[in-house]
């Protein structure tokens, strides 16, 4: 198994364009989410996922996009890209939506600098 | 809402001797978990222990245990006989309905 996957794993943007951070977990895990993580500040969750189709939001969701069309993939959208969304990404999965004690599963992280 | 607080932003340690990892949590819900992770310079999150907010048992990994105090709502970690490899930042997380909360992160120092 790969786990969970992130692509890129850097990428310098200039601000207002758009793009789309790649996650992708092969362990047929329903719960996925997505945090950032800035010094000091921990790791924040942006959105997350319980299943194909459903998907919320978490404590900082503005200026960030997902959708969920398959159990394997949730990508992360940046609408108009801010130097304030300057920050380092990690996706996360775990197993069963109720299953809270699960272990979560996290990627290697993508280093985003917005100009 | 959930909310966890780690004061302490650095640690250090001897190889060897034990250090202990503070944090507190404030949550609304009735039933949760609570974990710790570790970030080695890969950046890789790692989990290190977890623990059953209903169970009073202190969840034990080997060098690694905690400190679970429901009333106070603290959450500490101890590790044991530390080693070079255990230098990183922990961070103290609460598992709710749908939410995983960090704290700020602890970075730890192990001096040879």
């Known amino acids: 198994n790969a786990g969970v996957t992130q692509t890129p794993k850097f990428q310098v943007l200039k601000t207002g364009q758009s793009m789309t951070l790649q996650c992708a977990q092969d362990m047929n895990h329903e719960y996925m989410s997505w945090y950032r993580q800035d010094p000091g500040m921990g790791l924040r969750l942006i959105h997350y996922s319980v299943g194909a189709g459903i998907t919320d939001q978490g404590e900082v969701p503005n200026g960030y996009n997902v959708s969920r069309s398959t159990t394997e993939d949730f990508p992360l959208r940046l609408l108009s890209a801010a130097p304030s969304q300057t920050s380092v990404y990690f996706c996360?999965?775990?197993?069963?939506?109720?299953?809270?004690?699960?272990?979560?599963?996290f990627g290697p992280g993508t280093r985003l600098t917005v100009l | 809402a959930q909310t966890v607080t780690q004061s302490q932003p650095e640690m250090s340690v001897q190889e060897a001797e034990t250090v202990t990892l503070s944090c507190t949590y404030d949550?609304?819900?009735?039933?949760?978990?609570l974990f710790w992770y570790k970030q080695p310079p890969s950046r890789q999150m790692i989990l290190v222990i977890r623990q059953e907010a209903y169970k009073q048992q202190n969840a034990t990994e080997n060098r690694f245990s905690v400190n679970f105090q429901k009333a106070a709502k603290s959450f500490s970690l101890k590790i044991s006989d530390s080693q070079l490899g255990d230098a990183a930042m922990y961070f103290c997380?609460?598992?709710?309905?749908?939410?995983?909360?960090f704290g700020q992160g602890t970075r730890l120092t192990i001096n040879p």
């Open positions: 996360a999965s775990r197993e069963g939506s109720g299953g809270w004690y699960n272990e979560q599963f």
């Open positions: 949550t609304s819900e009735s039933d949760y978990y």
């Open positions: 997380a609460v598992q709710g309905a749908q939410k995983l909360v």
